[in-house]
């Protein structure tokens, strides 16, 4: 049993105790979450109910915490001009456990 969800833009498949990575939330460790922009859900891999644009149905998960992505350089450079920027920046995220998906 799987669904594909949309959280904050981004479309996941997630299934039943699935960990997964979403850009960040706002709500506290432990708090539980609700997402009902539900777009395709299939209870095995053979049948499929597909939303037009949605389905009636919510995900239900809970926040385990927030963490940062690896850092990414930014450099810029003109050369013979003495120009030269080094930015770094680190997404955050918030890790999810898919507890039920009704």
Same mark, same amino acid.
């Given at each position: 049993?799987?669904?594909?969800?949309?959280?904050?833009?981004?479309?996941?498949?997630?299934?039943?105790?699935?960990?997964?990575?979403?850009?960040?939330?706002?709500?506290?460790?432990?708090?539980?979450?609700?997402?009902?922009?539900?777009?395709?859900? *299939?209870?095995?891999? @053979?049948?499929?109910?597909?939303?037009?644009? *949605?389905?009636?149905?919510?995900?239900?998960?809970?926040?385990?915490?927030?963490?940062?992505?690896?850092?990414?350089?930014?450099?810029?450079?003109?050369?013979?001009?003495?120009?030269?920027?080094? @930015?770094?920046?680190?997404?955050?995220?918030?890790?999810?456990?898919?507890?039920?998906?009704?």
């Amino acid at each position: 049993m799987f669904a594909i969800v949309n959280i904050k833009g981004k479309q996941y498949k997630v299934s039943e105790s699935d960990k997964v990575y979403i850009p960040k939330l706002k709500d506290d460790v432990g708090a539980k979450v609700s997402f009902s922009d539900v777009l395709m859900f *299939s209870s095995d891999d @053979k049948s499929f109910k597909i939303g037009a644009p *949605s389905l009636s149905m919510n995900v239900e998960a809970t926040v385990l915490k927030h963490v940062k992505d690896d850092k990414v350089m930014v450099f810029k450079k003109k050369r013979r001009k003495g120009y030269k920027r080094t @930015k770094g920046h680190r997404q955050q995220y918030t890790e999810i456990e898919i507890n039920s998906i009704k």
